[in-house]
């Protein structure tokens, strides 16, 4: 069911909204930045997100790929969500981070299935088992 989150960075520099269900799964990308940072976001179509206050506060980083944007609070760091481009359909979305969610239900978050994708080779539709994960 979706649901209205609230969230932001860690030092509340950043704030956002977005219209999430849960059910519908998160990812788990294993590219450096992701796996680094422990990027884990779920995947929000760009009308359901909202940016709150703080967007003269982030910094924007884009990698080798120039597919996705890596948007950071200035201050303390932390990257509450990015946006980038589906490879399939080429649609933009926002992935927002979900361990960056205020109250965000524990059960919920356990329970929302997990897509692996190999952002490591840029095949992001292979199956978990070919990129080891």
Known sequence: MKKTYTGGCHCGAVRFEAD??????TLRCNCSICTQTRFWPAIVAT???RL???ESELSE????TRNSHYIVCRHC???????????AT????????VTCLDDVDLDDLAS???SYVDGH???WHAARAAIGI
């Open 20 to 25: 999430i269900d849960l059910g519908l799964g």
């Open 47 to 49: 009308d359901a997100f």
């Open 52 to 54: 709150i206050e703080g």
């Open 61 to 64: 980083q884009m990698l080798d």
């Open 77 to 87: 760091g932390v990257r509450a969500f990015g946006v980038g481009h589906s490879p």
């Open 90 to 97: 080429g649609e933009s979305a926002y992935g927002v981070n």
């Open 112 to 114: 929302s299935p997990i």
């Open 121 to 123: 080779r840029g095949t």
